[in-house]
């Protein structure tokens, strides 16, 4: 396959998401490992994160507990993430592929002042997006049309990576795009035990592993 853009998921693929669901298992007053177990008992069962809040804490508003949250600790982190929360290999992946001359795009499912997080850590990237930014979120087909937009090139020439199958692999396939199913945290893990994962053009481990796919390809 003839690849010129790879775009790229936040959660769980750029970002390690575990220190943001310590703080709200604290902030909700649940064991991390009570927390982190519902979310574990969503992925596997086909829930979203809201359940798990639901189920640990029925009844929460998030909404009223976020703006709580945040005049609480106006100079924490809360639920946000900052460059001690990626994974290792994003960086030197990253700057891999834009020297092997791929563009490289960073858009997920992320609220409005992750762009300025992202941003922040001055990664190896060609263009960074976000479903608040664009007023659509995955799996959405308007949010895969907006990344065949900025992309600019044909729909098989772009690389969607993602750690889901629902919200990344399928809808990307739908847009014609191709995709890499990224094995790692909760929900790349056990997606890539779905049958249909085998739809992806590539299951990895890891950025570093993509890179060199890539590299070889």
Same mark, same amino acid.
């Given at each position: 396959?003839?690849?010129?853009?790879?775009?790229?998921?936040?959660?769980?693929?750029?970002?390690?998401? +575990?220190?943001?669901?310590?703080?709200?298992?604290? =902030?909700?007053?649940?064991?991390?490992?009570?927390?982190?177990?519902?979310?574990?008992?969503?992925?596997?069962?086909?829930? +979203?994160?809201?359940?798990?809040?639901?189920?640990? @804490? !029925?009844?929460?508003?998030?909404?009223?507990?976020?703006?709580?949250?945040?005049?609480?600790?106006?100079?924490?982190?809360?639920?946000?993430?900052?460059?001690?929360?990626?994974? !290792?290999?994003?960086?030197?992946?990253? @700057?891999?592929?834009?020297?092997?001359?791929?563009?490289?795009?960073?858009?997920?499912?992320? !609220?409005?002042?992750?762009?300025?997080?992202?941003?922040?850590?001055?990664?190896?990237?060609?263009?960074?997006?976000?479903? @608040?930014?664009?007023?659509?979120?995955?799996?959405?087909?308007?949010?895969?049309?907006?990344?065949?937009?900025? @992309?600019?090139?044909?729909?098989?020439?772009?690389?969607?990576?993602?750690?889901?199958?629902?919200?990344?692999?399928? !809808?990307?396939?739908?847009?014609?795009?191709?995709?890499?199913?990224?094995? =790692?945290?909760?929900?790349?893990?056990?997606?890539?035990?779905?049958?249909?994962?085998?739809?992806?053009?590539?299951?990895?481990?890891?950025?570093?592993?993509?890179?060199? =796919?890539?590299? =070889?390809?």
């Amino acid at each position: 396959m003839t690849i010129r853009s790879v775009v790229l998921d936040v959660g769980e693929t750029l970002i390690d998401e +575990s220190r943001i669901w310590w703080r709200w298992s604290k =902030r909700l007053g649940v064991t991390p490992l009570t927390f982190m177990g519902a979310l574990g008992a969503m992925a596997a069962t086909g829930g +979203s994160y809201r359940q798990a809040f639901e189920l640990v @804490a !029925p009844g929460r508003d998030i909404s009223a507990e976020l703006a709580a949250w945040k005049k609480d600790d106006p100079d924490g982190l809360r639920e946000n993430f900052d460059a001690d929360d990626l994974y !290792p290999d994003v960086r030197s992946s990253l @700057a891999a592929m834009r020297d092997a001359g791929y563009q490289v795009i960073i858009a997920g499912n992320q !609220p409005i002042q992750a762009y300025d997080q992202l941003a922040a850590m001055d990664l190896p990237h060609d263009g960074i997006y976000t479903s @608040a930014g664009w007023g659509v979120s995955k799996p959405d087909p308007e949010f895969f049309a907006k990344v065949l937009a900025v @992309a600019g090139h044909a729909p098989d020439e772009i690389l969607y990576v993602g750690d889901r199958v629902d919200n990344d692999v399928l !809808p990307a396939l739908a847009a014609g795009m191709k995709t890499a199913l990224l094995r =790692r945290g909760p929900w790349g893990y056990l997606h890539a035990r779905r049958d249909d994962a085998a739809k992806a053009d590539m299951i990895v481990d890891s950025l570093t592993e993509l890179a060199e =796919r890539l590299h =070889r390809a």
